[in-house]
């Protein structure tokens, strides 16, 4: 009996690893190559000189990228907790930053329904007529421009004068937009049902934690580059493709002098790369103690910035061959966001031969893109909740039932998004819920409390005994100074250029810009809060409650694995010396 409840303690403490390094390296690759990557770095390459972006871009990732995700993946490793808990282990004083962090993924967690629109083109796609391509629908209207007109001669006119086909089946098949916010309208079926096919894979993904997630992956994570491979081949061979790269890569040195392009370019890292989520230190939290993160942040953050690079010619290759047949300017078909990914890129491959073909190469690449950000997203959620009541928690069959409930209640929640006026909540939570504010702010009080108060070269001395490498001093000075520095000036400009969201010309009602404000202050005041009432409850004198706060914990979790097993051990050869 004895031998039997040691046995079920051990599986309740365990929170499981990676089955190989192979699991790790693929699930941190799918997370960090995104829907970013696609759809967000090349318009901002075309909109911020080109060629001469990459000079800020490169110089940030090495000042900014590298640094911080050597930072964060480590304190997941060495802690082996989620992002609240891992600072326990480091600076209680600064639990707050992973409460903030549960928050904005929370807020953050609205991208599912891009996994939903992508679903629902990929059903359409198998009609035998593209429907973004004809204005013979019952949703089109007597402005519609066909996809034919673009080869007629007065194209020109009528584009001025017209709603392309690829705007109406968006704006009115798929979202059938209200007027507004305010007018929140009817909950639209058939979206309902590619969200809940959306939060099914989900589940399926994690509901066995780190087990499922690190088998799922193995296509999840890969398949999107072989569609990229295969669109970047037939991308290059398009008529008009090489202007279409032109306009992505001719430098503008002009815009260096921008201070605005070196932000862009850092809030780009900053998101593309997971830096400020929080989910980098629940992945890492699975390694083995001894696994050489130092070396890993390296190669992922090459992969990341190499895929970013690589999707800038496959989406401005199909973009020049798309103004090629309007003949028009490439700038005039260049969009971002889901302007690219839904209007844009399916028009452009509805002109190609073999059209349903490339698209649902696309599609097919889009949803695997946000699956993988998605799951790992909710999975990491799942991991720092659990790591708060692991008793409770961590069960096999409690584990399931609560990723169980919290898929459902976050589906359920998430049905606001497929109303009528369901486009103008994402774009509202969008905008103030993990807007720069918020990252620059988790930024900066992660380094002030590694860097600072934990102490950079304590820091080092864990990366050295987990890694047998000792990191160069070029990351100290860049924890302790070039990041908050760095990560200072957008906030302060984002703060000093403040201007009310708008979307297609709508303004937002007061109430909803108050909102919005709620939302970016639900996070980022959670931080200072936290610290406070953490400073107010501890008891001693001020002094002494510090000294006490910003102390780490001198047991982290892989000293105590150490001694559980141990201790397990001992307890079973007791166990069977009495037998």
Request: aromatic share 14%; proline share 4%.
């Amino acid at each position: 009996m004895n031998r039997k409840r040691i046995e079920k303690q051990r599986r309740d403490d365990d929170r499981g690893q990676w089955a190989n390094k192979m699991e790790y390296f693929l699930v941190v690759a799918g997370n960090v190559v995104g829907l970013g990557n696609v759809w967000r770095f090349p318009y901002l390459c075309f909109k911020n000189g080109g060629g001469a972006f990459l000079v800020p871009y490169g110089l940030l990732v090495v000042l900014f990228g590298i640094p911080m995700f050597l930072m964060v993946t480590s304190i997941g490793q060495y802690t082996q907790e989620g992002f609240i808990t891992c600072w326990t282990k480091l600076c209680p004083l600064a639990q707050g930053i992973g409460i903030g962090q549960l928050i904005i993924t929370f807020w953050a967690s609205i991208y599912i329904i891009i996994e939903a629109w992508a679903l629902f083109y990929l059903v359409f796609s198998f009609r035998s007529q593209l429907p973004w391509a004809t204005c013979n629908n019952t949703w089109n209207t007597a402005d519609c421009l066909d996809l034919q007109i673009f080869n007629s001669s007065n194209m020109t006119v009528k584009q001025t004068n017209g709603t392309p086909a690829a705007v109406e089946f968006w704006e009115r098949r798929l979202l059938s937009m209200s007027g507004g916010i305010e007018e929140l309208g009817s909950v639209r079926w058939e979206l309902t049902l590619c969200l809940l096919v959306a939060w099914i894979f989900c589940y399926f993904s994690i509901w066995k934690g780190v087990r499922s997630s690190g088998k799922v992956v193995y296509f999840t994570a890969t398949f999107p580059y072989v569609m990229l491979l295969v669109l970047l081949i037939r991308g290059l061979t398009l008529p008009g493709a090489s202007e279409g790269i032109y306009y992505y890569l001719y430098p503008d040195i002009n815009r260096l002098a921008d201070l605005e392009v070196w932000i862009e370019a850092g809030i780009q890292i900053c998101f593309s790369y997971s830096l400020t989520a929080g989910t980098l230190v629940v992945l890492s939290s699975y390694n083995d103690h001894n696994n050489n993160c130092y070396k890993d942040c390296f190669w992922l953050c090459l992969l990341n910035s190499g895929t970013s690079f690589v999707a800038g010619f496959v989406v401005f290759s199909v973009l020049g061959f798309m103004a090629h047949k309007q003949g028009v300017p490439v700038n005039t078909v260049t969009k971002s966001g889901p302007g690219l990914a839904f209007i844009a890129y399916p028009q452009a491959t509805a002109l190609m031969p073999l059209s349903h073909f490339w698209t649902v190469c696309f599609f097919l690449m889009l949803i695997l893109l946000a699956v993988d950000s998605f799951f790992v997203m909710v999975e990491s959620c799942i991991t720092t909740v659990s790591d708060l009541f692991p008793k409770l928690l961590r069960a096999p069959v409690k584990h399931e039932i609560f990723v169980l409930i919290s898929c459902l209640t976050m589906c359920v929640l998430q049905l606001i998004l497929v109303t009528e006026a369901g486009i103008y909540i994402f774009q509202l939570i969008e905008f103030y819920g993990s807007t720069r504010v918020c990252m620059t702010v988790v930024a900066i009080s992660e380094c002030l409390a590694i860097g600072w108060i934990f102490g950079a070269d304590r820091f080092y001395n864990l990366i050295e005994d987990m890694t047998g490498q000792r990191p160069s001093i070029y990351f100290k000075l860049c924890w302790k100074f070039i990041i908050p520095l760095l990560s200072l000036i957008p906030f302060i400009m984002s703060l000093v250029n403040y201007k009310h969201l708008k979307f297609n010309d709508y303004l937002y009602p007061d109430w909803a810009y108050s909102l919005g404000w709620v939302m970016t202050l639900s996070s980022v005041l959670m931080i200072p809060l936290w610290a406070a009432g953490r400073v107010c409850l501890t008891p001693g004198t001020f002094r002494e409650r510090l000294s006490v706060l910003c102390r780490p914990a001198e047991d982290p979790a892989w000293k105590r694995t150490d001694i559980a097993e141990e201790r397990t051990t001992a307890g079973l050869m007791t166990s069977a010396s009495t037998v």
